[in-house]
Structure formats: structure tokens, C-alpha cells
């Protein structure tokens, strides 16, 4: 049996670490507030432009808007890979990262002459596939602390680019989406070149036929691209509200396993300390037995 001295540093040790993470399931807590809020209103703004974006791409043809539909026969793919910058959020990180090595796993070895291509966004996507001599385009790591449409923008930006200049023939989402504090769901998502609705969209809508003042190719050319910005954002919202979701539970669930484990460690100090004094008890009537037979 381990010596009180010993139960009691146990006991410290554990009360500190469930304080910590009382601590960071609050203040996670806190955070997903405001990232659920914005999340939830947006994302029915975003599902109706993405529908919008398959109509109006689908019956474009001679618009430059009309490139990012277009269906390239090449094998050139660019992931955009959302984790977190921190740990302690359970199986978050390690489910993007499995889902982008099972995609990466298709084109051979890693490496700039590979046809695969990432761009991070969180820590913990940079630094395990930096490790790993991906071929890492770009890295955002800092967008968390200032998670703004505008910031967002400049990275769509750039992607729209990179698939219109035919540096890559498909541009790939790897995020979570949020459903609420205790599920997160994993999504692929093709953000390049936009897909066509599929048959249940179809039947769906009831908007399918557009009149367009001024033209509409000076309408598309603007309408296309904030389009696909809002679709970025929405990930990157998605991503952060799941992180803060996934931290939360994973803390909560490592108070709770605090608190077992103080009960136990303070039922194995009490048993201890029992046995000690009962020790100590049997030694002072040996004792006294012995000065009486003296």
C-alpha cells in the first residue's frame, strides 16, 4: 500500500489538473458561444448561395466566372487541411489528420514533386505535416486569433487563383462541421470547380431561372467569387465552433474523470491512514503489555 506521504502529492497533483481543466472547459464554453451564434446564422445564408453558385455555374459558359466549373481531366489536388492550434480536444486534430494522410495516400510519396498539395490552417495540421516533408503551399496558424470574413477572403482569394492559373485541377476541404457541443462531423468537401446539384437539389428548387440587370456576365463576374469567400468562411466558422465544442467535452469529461479518481485516491488515504493508526495503536498496547509484565 502506497505511504500517506505519497496518496497525499497524488491528491494534490489531481485536484490541480482538474482545476486546470474546469478551467478550459469554461472558458471554451465561453468562446463556442459566440462561435455557434455565428455559425448557425450563416450557414442557411451559405447553403442558399452555395445553391445558387451550382445553378449559375452550371449555365454559364462563356464567362471567365464560368472557369470554376469547369471539370479539369488532371490529377493535381490541393487540400486546405483545418485543425486547431492547441491540443486537449480529443480525437479532433487526429480525425482531420487520418482523413488528409488516407486522401495523400493515393499520391505516392510526399514532397514538392508529388501532385498533392496542402494548405493548414490550425498548428497541429502544419507541424505534423511539416514533419513529414508534405508539400505545405501556405500556412495560416495565426487566422484563429482574428477569425474575420475579411481575413477568410484573402485566402479564397488566393485559391480562386491558384485553380484559374491551372496550377491545380481540384480544390479539397478536409474541416469538421459543427452540430452542436457534442458532435462534430468530419467533411470532404470540394471547394474547386464547383459542383453541379446533384438530383435532389434539382427537385428541390424553385428558383432555377434567373433574369439578370446589368448582364450577366458583370453580374457574375462579381456574384461568383464573394460567393465562394462565403463558402471559405463557413468552413473556417464550422472548424472553430467544433474545436471549441470537441475542447469542451474533452475537458468536462477529464473533470469528471478527476473527480473519480479523487474519490478513490481519498478512500485509498483514509484506508492508510486506518491502518496506520491502528498500527500505531497495536504497538502502544504491546508496549504497555510488556511494561506490565515487567
Known amino acids: 500500500m502506497a505511504s500517506l506521504k ?3 502529492t497524488r491528491i494534490a497533483s489531481v485536484k490541480s ?5 474546469s478551467a478550459m472547459k469554461m472558458v471554451a464554453a465561453s468562446k463556442l458561444r459566440k462561435a455557434q451564434t455565428g455559425i448557425i446564422q450563416l450557414r442557411p445564408f451559405a447553403q ?3 445553391q445558387m453558385l451550382q445553378e449559375l455555374s452550371a449555365g454559364s459558359e462563356s464567362l471567365d466566372s464560368g472557369s470554376y466549373s469547369n471539370v479539369r481531366t488532371g490529377n493535381r489536388l490541393l487540400l486546405v487541411v483545418l485543425s486547431s492550434n492547441r491540443g486537449l480536444c480529443g480525437a479532433f486534430n487526429s480525425n482531420v489528420i487520418k482523413q488528409t494522410v488516407a486522401i495523400a495516400s493515393g499520391y505516392g510519396k510526399p514532397g514538392k514533386s508529388s501532385d498533392l498539395a496542402l494548405i493548414t490552417i490550425g498548428r497541429k495540421a502544419t507541424e505534423y505535416f511539416q514533419r513529414l516533408n508534405y508539400n505545405i503551399l501556405e500556412s495560416h496558424d495565426d487566422l484563429y486569433d482574428n477569425l474575420t470574413f475579411s481575413n477568410t477572403s484573402a485566402i479564397a482569394e488566393k485559391l480562386m487563383q491558384l485553380f484559374r492559373d491551372g496550377h491545380y485541377d481540384k480544390i479539397v476541404f478536409v474541416y469538421h462541421q459543427f452540430k452542436n457541443a457534442v458532435t462534430q462531423k468530419l467533411l470532404t468537401e470540394q471547394f474547386l470547380p464547383v459542383e453541379p446539384p446533384d438530383d435532389g ?6 428558383a432555377t431561372d434567373f433574369i439578370f440587370d446589368p448582364s ?6 462579381v456574384l461568383v467569387p464573394q460567393i465562394l469567400k462565403t463558402q471559405v468562411y463557413k468552413a473556417v466558422l464550422d472548424s472553430w465552433a467544433s474545436e471549441l465544442g470537441a475542447r469542451m467535452t474533452a475537458m468536462s469529461q477529464a473533470t469528471d474523470n478527476a473527480s473519480e479518481l479523487l474519490k478513490d485516491l481519498k478512500l485509498t488515504y483514509n484506508n ?3 491502518a496506520s493508526i491502528t498500527k500505531e495503536i497495536l504497538e502502544i498496547v504491546g508496549g504497555a503489555e510488556a511494561l506490565k509484565n515487567q
Open 17 to 21: 489538473t482538474q482545476q486546470i481543466t
Open 6 to 8: 505519497e496518496v497525499r
Open 216 to 221: 450577366k456576365e458583370e453580374i457574375l463576374e
Open 272 to 274: 492508510a491512514r486506518q
Open 201 to 206: 437539389d434539382k427537385s428541390d428548387s424553385t
Open 48 to 50: 442558399k448561395q452555395k
